[in-house]
């Protein structure tokens, strides 16, 4: 996922203005700024070597950029967009924003590619995880995507966030998606094998309190790095909604609820509502999540563009890993501060 610059210097291709230059000066700008460009050499060490001052030096840089006579080109891979990347992070204060292309079908009720996404934030956790991180790892497809495509990672501990959407499927879910990030970096897994929704919050505090669910809870305020996903309060793209009764949907939706991420349900401002709900459900706490120095979240399409636009006000992530179609829509959002920066909760509590 590394950028690649291409730096091209040639005294012969130089533009009209750049002829003005008289061949020994041409023949000089070429050698200094392949020097500086493309073998790295500091002014100091380009002016000891031409035996001129290092303000000469500078003056001919600039000159042969002015003049054409050297052309910068940033490249990025194809399918990643560097443009709306870069107009994200700023929007928003993130540390990382990643926009890649949606897929061709972009007009679709929902473009996202899931498995692109996860490989994407594959190679991004690969560069964020240093040795003797804890990583967190929260229930989402696209979460689960990432784990899959992981190939690298420095020697870490990996603990899940959040129970699984269904405990018959944990082999193929969160669980897994643990043991495959821990098996990547040769650390140590702490899966959690439990429902991300229960009945009642007496049966959830039951739970919390079994001895392997706790010991994963312990790890909770050591995590350093999260990845989690976001859905959009509606069938399909949203766990807990799916999880949910008719009525308790509609309660929930009454209260304004406009996303969810790791069973926390947010409004359009990104301030928390339902909150009653989280003390069903395993998961970590909001606070908690919080005080995680990096949370990367991962998740497009047009259909979660808003939702995702409501977690990033909630202050909670500090990168995003997206696609174009769901970054047209941030990018024409409403002005605010920069919430990522300071990871204030915007409701205070």
């Not at 061949?23 to 500091?42: H, I, T």
């Not at 042969?64 to 490249?75: K, P, Q, S, T």
């Not at 309190?209 to 305020?221: C, L, M, N, P, V």
């Not at 977690?311 to 769901?326: I, P, W």
Request: proline share 4%.
């Amino acid at each position: 996922m590394n950028s690649s610059e291409e730096i091209a210097v040639s005294a012969s291709s130089a533009g009209r203005s750049a002829l003005r230059m008289g061949p020994a000066e041409l023949v000089q700008a070429a050698a200094m700024a392949r020097r500086f460009y493309l073998e790295g050499k500091s002014k100091i060490q380009i002016a000891e070597e031409f035996g001129v001052s290092r303000f000469k030096v500078a003056r001919v840089l600039e000159t042969a950029l002015e003049r054409d006579l050297v052309r910068i080109e940033i490249r990025v891979p194809a399918e990643l967009d560097a443009e709306r990347s870069d107009a994200l992070r700023a929007r928003y204060g993130l540390r990382h924003a990643v926009v890649v292309e949606s897929p061709a079908d972009a007009d679709s009720a929902d473009s996202a590619d899931p498995e692109n996404l996860g490989e994407v934030a594959a190679d991004l956790l690969g560069e964020l995880v240093t040795e003797g991180d804890v990583l967190g790892l929260a229930w989402g497809r696209s979460t689960i995507h990432m784990a899959a495509a992981l190939d690298r990672l420095p020697p870490c501990t990996v603990v899940q966030l959040t129970g699984v959407y269904d405990a018959g499927t944990a082999e193929r879910g969160s669980v897994e998606a643990v043991r495959r990030a821990a098996q990547v970096s040769g650390g140590d897994a702490h899966p959690i094998y439990a429902p991300m929704l229960l009945p009642d919050a007496a049966t959830a505090a039951a739970l919390r309190s079994q001895t392997g669910i706790a010991r994963a809870f312990e790890y909770f305020d050591k995590v350093t790095v999260a990845a989690v996903s976001i859905g959009s309060w509606e069938a399909g793209i949203s766990t807990v909604h799916d999880m949910l009764t008719k009525e308790e949907r509609e309660h929930y939706a009454s209260l304004g609820v406009a996303a969810e991420m790791s069973a926390h349900l947010f409004d359009a401002e990104g301030r928390r509502v339902g909150r009653d709900l989280g003390e069903r459900c395993i998961t970590v706490e909001a606070d908690r999540l919080r005080r995680i120095p990096e949370v990367v979240a991962i998740a497009g399409g047009q259909r979660k563009a808003a939702a995702i636009d409501a977690v990033l006000r909630s202050g909670l992530v500090t990168s995003l890993v997206t696609d174009t179609a769901a970054a047209d829509h941030l990018l024409t959002t409403r002005p605010m501060q920069r919430p990522a920066l300071d990871r204030a909760d915007p409701d205070g509590a």
